[in-house]
């Protein structure tokens, strides 16, 4: 036993892998984007197969003001891991709360218009096939902006209880990942729901 | 002074109260009790399964048998396939993988331990939902009623008027918890590969076994997630009252057909890639050469991978697509023969003049081989859509996917089991014992699953429970009922033999095969934490390097 373990050969000098939790999260990522694609290709599907109403024209106003705080968010989480990295703990906060507040007031956003289609419209996910597909696709997006949401906070509770340093860059920079890849969900849902589903 | 150490841990082991050592069990985050939970769990739904196909085959053995009812009948194929492909199948690839690759690859566990706890408790959580249906089915007072819509489970008849109570619930969120667990272990097993080898286990060192798993991984990213969402889509419809697949509200069934089968055939691949690696790891060693065309072989998993992902609707030929259509999945299905061809011809080269030793996993390498062979040429009759007309939904299409499932699949796993065995337990496998269970279980696989082709040409639909007689099919279902009965006490023989040769098995030592790879160079059953010093490799073979200094493989590569 002893004679088969020692002797290997000597380590090579350069020996560097890929960081663990970026590939997790580019797996995840790859498997998201999957699961979104059958919810994309679903709505185009049926796009204009409703046997009755409403139509899409007739109830949905493009979210522009939202969109625009959802994509910005990608900017202030991007540049607060930068400054994380740097050392710059304060800035880096700021910039943190600042993404959490842009995404929650998407969030606010999609549940103004979901009020509104429901209580106002009396439409809903069991309407007709826009109905649907709408609900579920948009809520698939949502779903993903309550989770990000729920981990950013914990990263920023964490910050407030000076517990996220540089040491953690590594890791907030997985979770800007994530950020990111919900917010370009949310260019291709925006695209396929408010304009060419329209 | 490593024995004394060893003696002492299993002094110690066999003191602790059994509570504390099932604590163990449950809050283990190692690698190794993971892969052996995978294992057994999967172990134990092969022989639930198994019985459920017993049931079936014992319905079909004469004409007009009435051992079961026909809603019993439905439920037995429903549970049997579903069971199969999710609760045998896939915690089997995954209970190897978890267990071989660290130790092949020169790591001391996977990439993310806690996940890979998660996912098997979401995968076991996921059986016990699925089984619970036969108690929860209807609520506890309507027991016995398990999901009846086919492991495909096509709309409309999933829909609530069809389906009613609960049963299709258990059966949508059982496949969508074991999905999640499935992508966890996925996302795991390719973190581990990419960002935990050893120094100098460049990715062109890698053993072929690590590599499969690479691409199984992959595809299992991009092929359940699809499942996932249509099983949300399914909840959906059921629960909130949405028409994704209600036919009456302009829904579709056709677009089930095609979410399902997007999964349902990089399954098979999925299935059937960790055969090719035990294959690709077994045979070389009982050959005793290295394997022939590795980059080839590494290219040809590629292109599987690759092409598996176009030829889904191949199982759709008759709901009538275009002949574009029709023609595009005739191509795709066919080309995915080169790639296989390759390994096989790769595996031949590999014993072509190897000293080849008969001993039980070789001899279940090289049944796979001329199954797998087989299995694939009826894949490509039916792959092509003019044949494909005639005899879908018949037994031949039966019989076709259990040649490679059975044939190809449990073979390997089996050739597996009597391989690594040693490795896990540190005991090796009654070798008369494995000879007994390779050729009964041989024997009884040809006698069902060759037999099964026939009625199948004779226009025998799947999914009866009972015909008429005199259609020329009577003699042939007795006939595969015989061989299923062989197949069960073939099974029986291995289970006794995996018991008894755990407490009287001969000791095995660290490299009872003198293989080549870094799992043998570690103690049987390997410590907790794998290598005591990461290990450094120069060749595809680092065992070979280390027992011929003289002679080692770098000098070639």
């Known amino acids: 036993m002893s004679s088969i373990t020692t002797p290997f050969p000597e380590t090579p000098a350069v020996w560097k892998l890929p960081y663990r939790g970026k590939v997790g999260m580019a797996c995840l990522i790859i498997a998201e984007s999957a699961i979104f694609t059958i919810f994309v290709v679903a709505y185009l599907y049926y796009v204009g197969k409703s046997l009755a109403g409403p139509t899409p024209r007739d109830v949905l106003e493009p979210p522009i003001f939202y969109t625009i705080c959802l994509l910005s968010s990608s900017l202030t989480i991007h540049f607060a891991a930068k400054l994380l990295g740097r050392g710059k703990r304060g800035a880096f906060l700021g910039l943190w709360f600042l993404t959490i507040v842009l995404g929650a007031l998407f969030l606010y956003g999609t549940g ?50 000076g517990r996220v340093g540089p040491e953690q860059s590594a890791r907030v920079e997985v979770l800007s990942l994530y950020w990111h890849f919900v917010d370009a969900v949310w260019v291709v849902v925006f695209t396929v729901v408010y304009i060419l589903g329209r | 002074m490593s024995t004394d150490v060893m003696a002492i841990q299993t002094a110690q082991i066999s003191t602790r109260p059994w509570t504390q050592i099932l604590h163990e069990w449950v809050i283990t985050v190692d690698h190794k009790l993971l892969g052996i939970l995978y294992i057994l769990y999967a172990l134990v739904f092969l022989v639930v399964a198994g019985s459920e196909a017993m049931i079936m085959r014992i319905q079909l053995m004469y004409p007009h048998d009435h051992f079961v009812s026909p809603q019993v009948f439905n439920r037995m194929f429903t549970m049997h396939g579903t069971t199969m492909v999710f609760f045998v199948g896939i915690p089997m690839l ?45 609520g506890l007072y309507g027991a016995g009623n398990a999901p009846d819509v086919g492991w495909w489970a096509y709309a409309p008849l999933t829909a609530r008027a069809f389906s009613p109570g609960h049963s299709t619930d258990y059966w949508t969120i059982a496949l969508l918890v074991s999905g999640f667990g499935s992508i966890g272990t996925a996302i795991n097993i390719i973190a581990t590969i990419l960002c935990m080898r050893c120094p100098g286990m460049k990715l062109s060192r890698m053993p072929l076994l690590a590599w499969l798993n ?89 292109c599987i991978g690759f092409l598996s992902m176009s030829v889904w609707a191949h199982h759709m030929f008759t ?18 023969g080169i790639p296989t061809g390759i390994k ?4 031949l080269g590999t014993m072509w003049g190897g000293k080849i030793q008969f001993k039980t996993p070789m001899l279940f390498c090289i049944a796979f081989l001329f199954q797998f062979l087989i299995a694939g040429l009826t894949g490509i009759m039916l792959g092509s ?31 597996a089991f009597y391989y690594w065995y040693p490795k896990i337990t540190g ?68 289970v006794a033999n995996l018991i008894v040769s755990y407490f009287k098995g001969a000791k095995s030592g660290n490299d009872p095969w003198d293989a080549w790879t870094l799992e043998w160079s570690v103690s049987s059953p390997p410590p907790a934490y794998n290598f005591a010093l990461i290990p450094t490799v120069v060749s595809r073979r680092p065992l070979w390097d280390l027992k011929h200094p003289e002679d080692p493989d770098s000098r070639y590569e």
């Open chain 1, 112 to 161: 103004q218009e979901w009020h509104r289609l429901i209580y106002e419209r009396g439409f809903t996910i069991s309407t007709n096939l826009f109905g649907t597909t709408y609900y579920s696709l948009v809520g698939l997006h949502g779903s993903h902006v309550v989770v990000g949401l729920f981990m950013l906070t914990i990263v920023l509770l964490f910050g407030l209880a």
């Open chain 2, 94 to 138: 995954f209970g190897f993988a978890n267990y071989l690759v660290p130790l092949m690859i020169g790591a001391r566990d996977m990439a993310f331990p806690r996940l890979n706890a998660f996912s098997f408790w979401l995968t076991a959580l996921a059986g016990f939902l699925l089984y619970f249906s036969f108690l929860g089915g209807s």
């Open chain 2, 214 to 302: 690479l691409v199984v991984s992959g595809m299992v990213l991009i092929a359940v997630t699809p499942l996932s969402a249509a099983q949300i889509m399914l909840c959906l419809d059921r629960y909130l009252g949405g028409h994704f697949f209600d036919t009456q509200a302009g829904g579709s069934a056709t677009l089930w057909m095609h979410f399902f089968w997007i999964f349902g055939h990089p399954e098979v691949y999925i299935l059937i890639l960790p055969a090719f690696a035990f294959v690709s790891e077994i045979v070389p060693v009982f050959s005793r050469k290295p394997i022939f065309g590795y980059p080839v072989m590494v290219g040809a998993t590629l």
């Open chain 2, 319 to 336: 709901i009538g697509m275009s002949s574009y259509a029709n023609s595009f999945f005739t191509l795709t299905t066919l080309a995915v």
């Open chain 2, 344 to 347: 096989i011809f790769n595996w």
């Open chain 2, 385 to 415: 859509a003019a044949f494909n007309w005639q005899l879908t939904g018949s037994y031949f299409v039966v019989a076709h996917f259990h040649y490679t499932l059975v044939g190809g699949f449990l073979f390997a796993v089996f050739a």
């Open chain 2, 427 to 494: 005991r090796m496998l009654n070798e008369g014992f494995g000879k007994l269970h390779f050729w009964l279980f041989f024997i009884g696989f040809h006698l069902t699953f060759d037999l099964m082709h026939i009625p199948g040409m004779l226009g025998m639909p799947r999914r009866i429970y009972t015909y008429e007689p005199g259609r020329g099919w009577d003699l042939w279902n007795l006939l595969v009922t015989v061989g299923a009965f062989v197949q069960a006490i073939a099974t029986l023989a291995f």
